[in-house]
């Protein structure tokens, strides 16, 4: 009597995989330095009260909510990129904060493209 075994095809489970160490996924927290800007720009906002104690706590996690919800984008996993760009602290303000410029703030200057015709 011959035995047949059941033949997995490429994409049923293993029993066994060897790479499946577990690795963290996405960023596990707010250090303290980014924590301090979001808390400054949700007190200036007014959604979040006192002042900015570099802790990602309970209550700056709150104001972050409840200022995503407010421009209804998803609250259970923040900060949203979104929220922290329309803060002021996208990667734009970041570079010329931290490049120490004054013009940080400044609109772009809008001239026309190169062989570009005005009216």
Not at 36 to 44: C, E, G, P, Y
Not at 49 to 70: I, L, N, R, V, Y
Not at 73 to 94: F, H, Y
């Amino acid at each position: 009597m011959a035995f047949t075994h059941a033949r997995r095809g490429p994409t049923s489970p293993r029993l066994s995989n060897k790479h499946s160490a577990t690795k963290p996924a996405g960023q596990r927290g707010i250090d303290d330095a980014r924590a301090t800007q979001i808390q400054a720009s949700l007190i200036k906002s007014g959604y979040l009260s006192g002042e900015a104690s570099g802790h990602w706590d309970p209550q700056t996690q709150s104001a972050m909510q409840k200022f995503q919800e407010d421009n209804g984008w998803q609250t259970k996993l923040i900060p949203d990129s979104r929220a922290i760009i329309k803060l002021g602290l996208g990667p734009q303000q970041d570079s010329n904060i931290s490049a120490g410029t004054s013009s940080a703030m400044a609109a772009p200057s809008m001239s026309p493209a190169p062989g570009f015709m005005q009216r």
